[in-house]
Structures are given as C-alpha cells and as structure tokens.
C-alpha cells in the first residue's frame, strides 16, 4: 500500500465512503510521469474527469498529458490549453446552458481558470495507494458525507462555507479553483463527470488542498466526539402503529 494509508484510512473511519478518495497532482512537464510507480497511461483520448474515477472505482493510479485530454473545457481551466475569442465569447454555453450570448459570456468570465502553459500533466490515484504527495484530496459523496467534511473544515475557523458554481466543467471548481485559492471547494458533478466519469445522482465533491487535510481531520475527530457522526444515528421512538396493534391484540387474546 501507499505512503498514504494511514490518511485514507481516517478519512473513511468518519465519511464511509463508497468509492476511494483520490490524490490529485498537477505536473509541471509530461516527462515527470514516468517517476510515478504502477502509473497506468490512457490508451485512447479521454476527458480528463474519467482519470479521477478510475482512481476512485478501481483504486488505479491514472496520468494525463495536455496531449490526452478531449474535454476543452478541463483544457482551458487547469491550463493545458490557451484561452481563445471563441471561448471568451461564450461560444461553449449559447443555446446549451445560456439563452442570449450576454449571458454566456458572464458565465464564461466566472470559470477559474489557471495560467497557460504551467502545467502539462495531471496524475490522479487513490489515496491509500500513491506514493506521490499530491495536491488536492478529491472525495465523492453524500450531502451527509460532505456535510461532515464541512464540519471539520469549521471546527476551528467557525462561520460558514460558501459554494459557487455554475454546474458545468467540475474540474474548474476541483482542481483549478482549489489550487488558486488553496482552501476547500464543494462542488455538483457537472454533466461530463455523470456521463463520462460515473458521478451518481447523490454525489457531491470535496476538494481539499494537501496542506489543510489534518486540521480537517481533526475538526472531524472532535465533531464525531461530540457526537455528530457519520452514519446520522437515528433516534428511535416507539412505533405508535405496533404499539396500537398490540394493545388490540391483548384484547382479543383476553376475550
């Protein structure tokens, strides 16, 4: 097993999660993929949200190139590919996610979007497997999963977190906002990520840069010792149907 083990392991003693949390590093060249053990290259084109549930579904370690990649929209957000006219314009959400081009320009201009050019590769794989020290924790899970993640983010800070989306190109709130920011980012499968990468109806996503993992960790600890905890223990009250049901049946057995 990975250098990580121990950390997966904490994350699914709170979260129980159904699939692997994945460790995400953006690369600076191509080249550098050949220094991570059992890396398992596409051999085809793909969008760059199926290298996350390969990691996730089947615990692979899965490398990217710019080269690799068919999605324009993870192309342009985490910098693989140069911003264009076409694309500032809102060319990619007239008519699809947009009614008027106005619209789909404003819509365009709220997409983080990392420099061009800084990074030529992506590597993702499940936590408890890699040895690379990755720079993102992404989790898929249930509102009550990432409810608790949320909790132990704000154990110390307090307030609250806010989410801004526009429900389209998660990669651009999970990776590329995550990494300019360096704080926690929770965001809805886009419609790539529920076709092509196997996000379920009820997922939600965390994104957790490396450097606050342990405080969240810790925030979670102390929450689940004060009893919020996942699964949501249910409070049990007596059924008043049995309880009715069997008072009638006492009576007919003394009759």
């Known amino acids: 097993m990975g250098k990580y083990e121990k950390l997966d392991n904490q994350l699914n003693k709170f979260l129980r999660l159904a699939s692997f949390p994945v460790g995400v590093k953006l690369l600076k060249d191509s080249e550098s993929l050949e220094n991570i053990k059992f890396l398992k290259k596409p051999e085809h084109k793909i969008a760059l949200c199926q290298i996350f549930s390969y990691a996730r579904y089947y615990g692979w370690t899965m490398g990217c190139t710019k080269e690799d990649n068919l999605c324009p929209l993870a192309g342009i ?31 365009t201009a709220t997409m983080p979007k990392i420099s061009y050019g800084e990074y030529s590769a ?31 983010y704000l154990w110390k ?19 590329s906002k995550a ?25 939600l996503i ?23 905890r996942y699964p949501i223990p249910f409070q049990l009250s007596t059924p008043e149907f049995f309880q009715n049901l069997k008072n009638q049946l006492s009576k007919v057995k003394k009759n």
């Open 77 to 107: 957000s985490i910098g693989f590919e140069e911003s264009h006219k076409l694309f500032e314009e809102g060319a990619f959400f007239i008519g699809r996610y947009n009614e008027t081009k106005e619209a789909a320009k404003k819509t």
């Open 122 to 152: 992506i590597v993702s794989g499940a936590l408890g497997r890699i040895d690379f020290e990755p720079d993102l924790i992404l989790i898929w899970g249930n509102s009550a999963q990432i409810m608790r993640i949320i909790q132990g």
């Open 157 to 175: 800070k307090g307030g609250k977190v806010s989410m801004s989306t526009f429900c389209d190109g998660v990669c651009a709130d999970t990776i």
């Open 179 to 203: 990494i300019l920011t360096e704080d926690l980012q929770i965001a809805f499968p886009c419609l790539g990520d529920r076709r092509f990468g196997m996000a379920i109806d009820t997922d």
């Open 206 to 228: 965390a994104s957790i840069p490396f450097r606050i993992i342990n405080e969240i960790l810790e925030g979670m600890e102390k929450t689940h010792k004060a009893g919020t």
